[in-house]
């Protein structure tokens, strides 16, 4: 089974609960959104796989340590998961970032794709999915599927705010992937809303509705 993690460093939590606010405008949302991106990018790559390298320093040589530079790809699920994008490359410049497109509808909850562009080598990169909401796991499946038919193999999923149907539903389909969130919430009410969530993250991002 994948990691599953809820990075709940007092500077997220903070900032989560300022963006739940159903008062908070659209520019503060994304600003917040931003800010809790990167300090959760700099949660999520504690594992980058790193290399010696000989340095020399002003007082002499030494060997230390540098990234092995394995290649790293950021794909947001459109539309809310652009607004996590600027946060993660604040930390991770040298991403390559992909883009699906999904839209849940709104009777049935299922998610409908409409587009998918890829780095070409998605294969041999290291995969940061980022969408702010895991609500019933649909998307975040459905965009799991559609990465792995185009050969990606390490993935892992960088949420704000989980329901725990999203988080089981996600390991039964996918249990290779690691799953970080800021927030591990109640549940779902019966519109598919994470409760007591943020409310629609897109619509919240963009300032549509
Ligand atoms: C939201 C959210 C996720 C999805 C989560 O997107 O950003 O992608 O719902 O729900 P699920 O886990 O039940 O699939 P939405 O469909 O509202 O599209 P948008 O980002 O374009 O607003
Ligand atoms: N999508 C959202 O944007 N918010 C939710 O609470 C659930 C799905």
Redesign the pocket.
Known sequence: MGKFQVLDHPLIQHKLTIIRDKNCGTKVFREVVNEISELMAYEVSRDMPLEDVKVETPIGWTTKKTLSGKKVAIVPILR?GLGMVDGMLELIPAAKVGHIGMY?DEKTLKPVEYFVKLPSDISERQIFVVDP?L?TGGSAIMAMDALKKRGAKDLRLVCLVAAPEGVKALQEAHPDVDIYTAALDESLNED???VP?L????DRLFGTK
């Open positions: 809310a849940r909401m609500a598919g809303y994470i969530g409310g629609d993250a897109g």
